[in-house]
């Protein structure tokens, strides 16, 4: 199936990117803090979150070291520290070439799961999803002391997807991650900065 896709404006049209036409800009709906933009599928679960964030610092004896310290250190902060060794598992982790930014700006994607912890007392949520699949691209802009965080999230809610489509240890991915992938593809071959300014700004 042919995909539609549009150059979109982020954050006042600093940033740009190529993103699917059937997702939405949730800041339309609802507030989203200002270091933040966010778009969902309108005919779907999935979302597209870029976020603007301090570059964070690790230690290590080298810089590969030190950008993989900060890609866990990103995971864990958006699924919680504690969740992490639970019920996260990264199927794969790659260094990433942004087309448009310099070879020597270092990126990297790793592609995770995360399994829905039922806490103690806490009933099980209607809808909640299965699993959520996490693609998760980290830009690191050192000169700008700025990490520029893209993740898209891929819940899947039972009978919504095919059970039998995915088996991540065999390289089954299933239709909604395959799908993520190519848009994540092409927000490496379409993103880019027209303002350096904002890293300033934010």
């Known amino acids: ?29 609802r507030q ?69 930014l310099s070879e020597d700006i270092p990126a990297y994607t790793l592609i995770a799961t995360q399994t829905h912890k039922q806490r103690e007392g806490e009933r099980e949520r209607q809808g909640a999803p299965d699993f959520t699949a996490l693609i998760l691209t980290l830009i690191r802009l050192e000169k700008e002391q700025t990490d520029i965080l893209v993740t898209i999230n891929v819940p899947h809610i039972k009978g919504e997807y095919d059970e039998e489509e995915i088996d991540l240890a065999m390289g089954k991915q299933g239709e909604l991650i395959g799908d993520a992938v190519e848009y994540a593809s092409r927000i490496w071959e379409s993103f880019d900065v027209k303002d350096w300014g904002l890293f300033g700004e934010i």
């Open 1 to 29: 199936m042919s995909r539609h896709y549009q150059p979109t404006p982020l954050f006042g049209g600093a940033l740009t990117v190529d993103l699917p036409s059937n997702f939405a800009d949730v800041s339309k709906l």
């Open 32 to 100: 989203v803090p200002d270091n933040q933009e966010v778009y969902i599928d309108k005919d779907g679960f999935t979302s597209i979150i870029v976020d603007i964030i301090e570059r964070v610092h690790t230690t290590a004896d080298d810089s590969l070291e030190r950008d993989a310290k900060a890609l866990t250190t990103h995971l864990e902060e958006l699924v919680g520290v504690e969740d992490a060794a639970e019920t996260v598992q990264v199927w794969n982790t790659t260094e990433t070439q942004i087309s448009h």
